[in-house]
Structures are given as structure tokens and as C-alpha cells.
């Protein structure tokens, strides 16, 4: 990444195909980006911690991605990439399956998540240092939750988990960052699959 604190928009250039690990990162002023169609690559968390971006557009001729009420999609609708910041609550999409790795990473506005039951993955840190994050309702499709997918979410007081926790995986940490008696109320089917 590079060196952006007084960079406000960015208009990606029909050139490049690609966007690099955190290309945005701590971008504090950024309030738009603009994808253009020739970009068929996004790499993790490219605008992490972006708090004031608000536009996130993708050209309407891209065929790899596209953006739908502020969330960054693949084209078929089936994974999340990323979104723009500022939201204290998200709808995602009936389409999506996947949450992917990073895509909610450090997105401090963020009070409360439901995963509806569409989603089956829940990639590593997808939900990494959501500070703000209180209630966390994980629906009964999902059948992964990645690693760290909640690291450092200590202001979660309320976990509901419909999932089957014998069809669930967990990866390292899944959730033990906010297990670790600061959850107040816990309705999951078997609560040690919280625990290590």
C-alpha cells in the first residue's frame, strides 16, 4: 500500500487489472473509489480501515465484480469482498454464500451482524477488530467460520447460533476473542463449540 492521508477519491484507470493486499489501507480521508470494468482481481481488505469511504462504485461492464447497496460482490453474487464503511447495520443479500476473508475487517460503525441462513462460509477475519460489533446472530446455513473470523471483537455481549454445531467447522479463534466471559447471552445449540 502507499502513503494516502490526504487522498479523497480514487478513480482506478481502465489499465489496471488488478488491486493489491490493503492497497487503501488507512486511508483516512478517502470518500470514493471507483472501480473500472478491466479490473478482475481484488486482493484482501484493499480499503481497510477507510472509515469515511462511503461510494464504492464498480463500472457496470466489470464481469468479475459488482457493487450492490454498498457491498463490494463477486458478479454471480456469491461472495462478499469488502464494503464501504459508515453502516451500523448491513442486509446482505439472499445470493450470497460466502463472507470472505477480511470483508468486514475494522469496520467500526458496525453495531450488529445477522448471517442469514444463505450463507455457509464465514472466511478468516472476516469480522477482525469490529469494535463496535454488540449482537452477533449466525444463521443455521453456515457450515464454516474461518480463522479469527471475530478476533478482537470485544464488545459483542450477545451471540445467537442456529448452525448445527455438528455440521460446523471452526478454524483457530473462530469466535474464543469474544467468548472469553464477555458474552452475556449465549443461544447457541451447543455453546462449547464457542470455547477451545
Not at 447495520?89 to 441462513?117: H, Q, R
Not at 464488545?155 to 445467537?160: E, G, I, K, N
Request: charged fraction near 20%; proline fraction near 4%; glycine fraction near 8%.
Amino acid at each position: 500500500f502507499f502513503e494516502c492521508s490526504a487522498l479523497t477519491s480514487v478513480t482506478i484507470p481502465n489499465s489496471v487489472i488488478g488491486i493489491g493486499d490493503y492497497a487503501f489501507q488507512d486511508c483516512p480521508e478517502l470518500l470514493s473509489v471507483t472501480i473500472p470494468s478491466s479490473v478482475t482481481i481484488i486482493g484482501y481488505n484493499p480499503f481497510s480501515n477507510d472509515i469515511k469511504l462511503t461510494t464504492l462504485t464498480v463500472d457496470a461492464g466489470n464481469t468479475a465484480y459488482k457493487c450492490i447497496d454498498g457491498l463490494l460482490l463477486t458478479i454471480d453474487g456469491k461472495k462478499i469482498i469488502g464494503c464501504e464503511y459508515g453502516k451500523t447495520s448491513i442486509t446482505i443479500p439472499s445470493s450470497v454464500t460466502e463472507i470472505g476473508d477480511y470483508a468486514f475487517s475494522e469496520y467500526s460503525s458496525l453495531t450488529n451482524i445477522t448471517i442469514p441462513n444463505n450463507v455457509t462460509d464465514i472466511d478468516d477475519l472476516a469480522f477482525n477488530n469490529c469494535e463496535n460489533l454488540t449482537t452477533v446472530t449466525i444463521g443455521s446455513g453456515v457450515t464454516y467460520i474461518g480463522y479469527n473470523a471475530f478476533f478482537n471483537c470485544m464488545a459483542v455481549t450477545d451471540v445467537y447460533c442456529d448452525a448445527d454445531p455438528d455440521a460446523l467447522k471452526w478454524e483457530e479463534g473462530g469466535c474464543d476473542d469474544f467468548m472469553e466471559g464477555k458474552v452475556t447471552l449465549c443461544h447457541v445449540a451447543d455453546a462449547t463449540k464457542f470455547k477451545e
